[in-house]
């Protein structure tokens, strides 16, 4: 009730004779409900649209079109962008500024006072009423349309930023406009403008991805791809099935991720679209490569590199030499990883795709681990977790803290890997992230028998081979190896028979019943 007196007031009459979970339902059309004053108070205080009518035909004409059109923002809105949507017939661009003012003084618009740029919004209520008063003034369609333009725009703008120097700005300022682009992609996919739909889903994926909001993103992307005016071969189509099959591989869903990458990289072929099938040849790399087929995903890795080269896709070359780097560490070839992760780690700095560099700095963590240098792997670890946690990377966080847990397990630190891996595990866990959970299982099963609870951390990594079994993600011989030598002393002190029985409990584990395990552990 946006803390209004007599919007409570009128509610906790209702208490006589509507439960408050029934209020709340019928507050959606809260005018209709919060009506019966006091007969004793003055006409406009006696119910909540006569307040608020009150309120409104104390306003100018022009303080009446700017409140109304201002409705169309959701979860608030910019000087800037008030002055691009709401600029039209009887309203110039310069008078926002002025208009505004006088809104904020009878407390029509809020000020947001945080930050060192100005950022507006409305109480749900006034809200509401602005916006019924645009559909009365015939303004909706107009205002809608301008809206979703406005956002369309700042999509394509963030595109290229969010791989750029100031990615950390764009990403905070995509956060802040988070619900102006659920809405304008809504509007777009409900209004069938499918080539809009697609340039927005296909421009803002990676803020989806960083942010976690993976199932969001992937819905965005499969009603944009549905609409009937996207099913045409197009650069656009094709950009937008490489986001939703690096979206579908995230989640673990890599049929869908198959299946999205093969119709894009088709289009891209028959369009002669380089950068397109470079693109889709990187992503089933990527798809490869979770799968466990090395071989296959270093030859694709290899048929991108040289398309993105070709192209001179800078960022793109540096983003595949990562990828080949740790498809060579996990064949064992640690010299050649780490050669490419260097060069990788400069070209990321040059290009000041801060993001990219964390996780270079977190496969070189890899390396020095395997070769025993942990204060290395401590120093690379802690460097890439600032940057993700700065970028509000949330799959990135996650797997620094699993990687600090695991130093922190082979030092010896039992408190600190705990706190590490549950923090770990929650990321995982808010984003969905399948992949994230079957890594952190290994490492769960480390810590267990550091903590002397032998059994459990059998029971644990066996759950993790049969979760990976069912989702066809096996661990690379590396991850093998660490995984062998963190569960010898456990398998001296238990003995083959009692670790046999151990592993036969974990491999009838499903991942729900392995997750719960794992968090038990770590908040015990």
């Not at 080539?195 to 992937?218: C, D, K, Y």
Request: proline share 2%.
């Amino acid at each position: 009730l946006d803390g209004i007196p007599l919007a409570i007031e009128l509610a906790a009459v209702r208490v006589k004779v509507l439960p408050v979970e029934q209020i709340l339902t019928r507050l959606q059309d809260r005018f209709a409900l919060l009506t019966g004053g006091s007969r004793t108070a003055l006409p406009r205080q006696q119910t909540l649209r006569a307040t608020v009518d009150w309120s409104y035909d104390l306003l100018s004409e022009q303080e009446r079109k700017l409140l109304n059109r201002v409705s169309v923002f959701a979860g608030g809105f910019s000087l800037e962008a008030a002055e691009s949507v709401c600029a039209w017939n009887g309203l110039e661009s310069y008078d926002v500024l002025d208009l505004i003012s006088p809104l904020i003084d009878k407390s029509l618009v809020v000020p947001n006072e945080s930050g060192e740029s100005s950022r507006y919004t409305l109480l749900e209520t006034i809200r509401d009423y602005a916006a019924e008063r645009l559909r009365q003034a015939g303004e909706v369609e107009k205002q809608d349309d301008l809206h979703a333009f406005h956002f369309f725009k700042l999509a394509l703008q963030a595109e290229p930023e969010l791989q750029g120097p100031e990615q950390a700005l764009w990403f905070e300022r995509l956060d802040l406009e988070h619900d102006n682009l659920r809405r304008a992609t809504r509007y777009y996919t409900k209004g069938a403008d499918a080539g809009s739909a697609l340039l927005v889903a296909g421009a803002i994926w990676r803020f989806w991805w960083t942010r976690g909001t993976w199932e969001e993103g992937r819905g965005v992307l499969r009603d944009a791809l549905a609409l009937p005016g996207s099913l045409s071969p197009s650069v656009e189509r094709a950009k937008a099935l490489y986001a939703s099959a690096v979206l579908a591989r995230g989640q673990g869903d890599f049929a869908a991720a198959d299946s999205y990458l093969t119709e894009s990289l088709g289009i891209a072929q028959s369009l002669g679209d380089k950068a397109g099938v470079g693109n889709a040849r990187f992503e089933q790399g990527n798809l490869a490569n979770s799968r466990g087929d090395l071989a296959n995903a270093a030859a694709l890795y290899a048929e991108a590199l040289a398309i993105r080269r070709e192209i001179e896709d800078r960022r793109g070359v540096s983003m595949t030499l990562h990828n080949l780097a740790v498809v060579s560490q996990a064949q064992g070839n640690g010299e050649e990883a780490r050669g490419l992760f260097e060069e990788a780690l400069e070209l990321h700095r040059s290009l000041g795709n801060a993001a990219m560099e964390a996780y270079t700095l977190n496969g070189l963590t890899d390396i020095v681990i395997h070769q025993g240098d942990l204060d290395a792997a401590h120093r690379y670890l802690e460097q890439g977790l600032a940057i993700q946690r700065q970028l509000g990377n949330k799959d990135g966080i996650g797997f620094s803290l699993r990687q600090l847990g695991e130093v922190a397990t082979r030092l010896g630190d039992a408190a600190r890997a705990k706190a590490l891996l549950a923090e770990a595990l929650d990321l995982f866990q808010s984003i969905g992230d399948s992949n994230g959970l079957m890594d952190i299982l290994d490492s769960v099963a480390g810590l267990a028998a550091l903590l002397g609870q032998s059994e459990q951390a059998f029971v644990l990594a066996s759950a993790g081979t049969a979760w990976r079994v069912t989702a066809d993600v096996p661990r690379s011989e590396p991850d093998m190896a660490v995984l062998g030598r963190t569960l010898e002393a456990a398998r001296g002190a238990l003995g083959d028979a009692a670790v046999a029985t151990a592993e036969a409990r974990g491999s009838t584990l499903g991942s729900a019943d392995a997750t719960r395990l794992m968090e038990e552990l770590l908040r015990a």
